[in-house]
């Protein structure tokens, strides 16, 4: 098991108090269930989304461990596994509306109900 001084001393290491403050806000709709979850497999932050049925987690990977994408990212499993660069937190939320409410597209007309 690893003792508090040297998991300070990874957090420290890896600048995890950098990614804080740089991590977007994620907004939820009302009937959205929302769980944050231990880090574990590589990533840094794993949370977990639900809604009516549709159970999903999305990690955020800043240091490739988990793929290799370029830069620090998130992924959204199991809904198409699909990868977003770390400041594309609207995509991704769009991207759960979508699946999760049955729309095949995002509204044209109506955009602001999908954030």
Do not use: K
Request: glycine letters at 6%.
């Amino acid at each position: 098991m690893t003792s508090t001084t040297d998991r300070t001393a990874i957090e420290h290491d890896e600048h995890w108090s950098d990614f804080y403050n740089h991590m977007p806000f994620i907004y939820l709709r009302f009937g959205y269930q929302f769980r944050v979850m231990p880090p574990f497999g590589g990533a840094l932050m794993r949370f977990a989304i639900s809604y009516e049925g549709t159970s999903f987690s999305i990690y955020f990977d800043p240091f490739e461990r988990l793929g290799l994408y370029g830069s620090p990212y998130y992924e959204v499993y199991p809904l198409n596994d699909d990868v977003y660069r770390s400041e594309d937190i609207n995509d991704i939320m769009m991207q759960i509306y979508v699946t999760c409410e049955g729309h095949d597209t995002i509204s044209q007309e109506y955009p602001e109900y999908f954030l």
